[in-house]
């Protein structure tokens, strides 16, 4: 597999479902990969990308964006409100937006700074006790409360359950979407994304069949 064949089956997940050629944007998910890997698929001309920690994000690309233009960085991972100046420094658009508190701290970040990422809310669709994200009755309020503090909310995602249909939860949290407005909808992984390209997926985060398989030793 590869960058090339994943951009291919995303086109082919378009066509079938309706959607208009590059609705969909590939988050290649680049974390835990060595240097060398990402350098690829640098010098194939991608240039969206997902981390999940701050901290390596922080070792990795600052180098890369001096050597590439147009490099556009997403955190996808957990967010804690000590590392929230950090990320909004690093990051073009969070994924991870959780609970009020982050919520605020970046509410209170972006008006010292005046600039604010994209934001995406989580959503717990598996209302899964070890697993991050506002529960599926709270989001409406929760999407409230962040416009209530003028945060630029794009969209929902979701990370469903391993053992259940993911195909329940793209429906679900896209009709969220439409219920409060919002037209991003980031869901779909590797084993998934063309499902997800089906229930209106905007983005997608792609990263072994892209990299490889990680290697955390």
């Not at 006790?129 to 309020?141: S, W």
């Amino acid at each position: 597999m590869g960058l090339k064949d994943i951009r291919q089956r995303i086109a082919k997940a378009e066509a079938g479902s309706g959607r208009d050629p590059g609705s969909v944007q590939l988050i290649a998910v680049s974390k835990v990969q060595p240097d060398a890997r990402v350098a690829a698929v640098l010098d194939q001309g991608h240039r969206l990308f997902g981390e999940n920690k701050v901290q390596e994000a922080a070792g990795k690309w600052p180098a890369f964006r001096e050597r590439h233009e147009g490099v556009s960085v997403h955190l996808i991972g957990p967010l804690q409100s000590n590392k929230a100046r950090q990320a909004m420094d690093l990051f073009e658009a969070i994924h991870s937006v959780d609970r009020p508190k982050i919520a605020k701290a970046i509410a209170r970040l972006a008006q010292e700074m005046g600039a604010c990422p994209d934001l995406f809310i989580q959503v717990n669709t598996g209302e899964e006790e070890q697993k991050a994200g506002i529960l599926p009755a709270d989001t409406d309020a929760f999407v409230a409360e962040c416009r209530a503090l003028d945060l630029p909310v794009r969209g929902l995602m979701c990370i469903p359950p391993v053992d259940e249909a993911p195909s329940l939860h793209f429906a679900l949290l896209a009709k969220m979407a439409a219920r409060n407005g919002l037209d991003g909808l980031s869901m779909g992984m590797s084993s998934d994304f063309e499902e997800a390209v089906s229930f209106g997926a905007t983005h997608v985060r792609v990263g072994s069949a892209i990299f490889g398989e990680r290697d955390y030793s």
